[in-house]
């Protein structure tokens, strides 16, 4: 199978949010503790519509269509002075390669000609990695422009996000490399960041390993980095005697932590979409809050 591609356009101190329309997850270990998330409710001074897909596992070429569709979208609301919120879509994909754009064939392990999984070279930065279901893919298609104009910076909040997810919730410490891109335990990777933007819109984004299969980055060498492996947000907490939660409970409580964290670093107020297709004019301007979610 040959690479496809598809070219179409080219840590901050404690912050306060809120979000809106979330569910609390509740967990009870085996030795008798709760472990609880809930979403701060406090203003904020950007809105960002938020479509949960977090459960439904969505086609790479699929989402990276929407993402397009939307920074195009945007970047003519931008124009107009009418860009008046950001967008957050959270997802899984089916198993696949994606490439950055300078990324090498030398760094996948089989034959592209007959590869195990569909590849794809994209426009993010970045080098090889692997996409499958039990990993959180965050998509923050975010104007720059009201934030911080600064893509150092930008990736810095990404990891930060991923960071105090591991550690508020599973109390876990995770840290960043230096010089290198992205999140890790010991010297494991368990969170890719690759992002791409336009005239200061931002897409591609963040994909964190919680009960995905690790095999299939044995044929990659994940992110170029022979020296590193990765793991499994899954595999370091059945470390733990006490840690006994089943694959999606452990999906929901991650992703309820991601949505907290990613509002309070990024000072925005999540307002949950409805989805109920999968049409990327759901992504319009003009959709609507799902009250019920």
């Given amino acids: 199978m040959s690479i496809t591609n598809h070219w179409s356009i080219a840590s901050p101190p404690p912050l306060h949010a809120k979000v809106k329309n979330q569910s609390s997850v509740r967990l009870r270990f085996s030795n008798g503790a709760d472990t609880e998330v809930t979403a701060f409710k406090q203003d904020s001074n950007r809105r960002c519509k938020y479509f949960d897909m977090h459960k439904q596992v969505v086609p790479y070429t699929e989402a990276w269509s929407w993402q397009k569709s939307i920074v195009a ?42 590869s195990p999984y569909d590849v794809y070279r ?11 279901p039990g990993q ?24 930060e996000v991923v960071i105090r997810v591991l550690s508020s919730t599973f ?16 010297n494991q990777k368990i969170a890719a960041i690759g992002i791409r933007a336009s005239q200061w819109i931002t897409y591609h984004g963040l994909a964190l390993n919680v009960t995905t299969n690790l095999t299939p980055f044995q044929f990659i060498v994940p992110c170029g980095l022979r020296d590193r492996g990765v793991c499994s947000l899954k595999n370091v907490l059945q470390a733990s005697p006490n840690w006994h939660v089943g694959d999606m409970p452990l999906m929901d409580l991650t992703h309820e932590s991601l949505m907290k964290e990613f509002s309070e670093v990024f000072q925005l107020s999540l307002d949950v979409q409805c989805v109920s297709n999968s049409d990327y004019s759901l992504f319009s301007s003009d959709s609507k809050d799902c009250a019920s979610v």
């Avoid at 970047?75 to 696949?96: F, G, I, R, Y």
């Avoid at 994209?122 to 499958?132: K, M």
């Avoid at 009201?146 to 990891?159: A, N, V």
């Fill in 73 to 114: 979208r945007r970047q003519t609301l931008a124009q107009k002075d009418e860009d008046n919120s950001d967008m957050l879509l959270v997802l899984q994909h089916p198993p696949v390669y994606t490439l950055g754009t300078g990324s090498s064939e030398e760094h996948l392990n089989f034959d592209i000609q007959d």
């Fill in 122 to 132: 994209t426009e993010r930065g970045g080098e090889v990695t692997y996409h499958g």
């Fill in 136 to 159: 959180l893919v965050v998509y923050p298609i975010l104007n720059l422009r009201h934030h911080k104009m600064d893509l150092h910076w930008y990736l810095r909040s990404l990891e």
């Fill in 171 to 186: 109390s876990i410490k995770a840290s960043r490399h230096e010089g290198l891109t992205g999140v890790w335990i010991g």
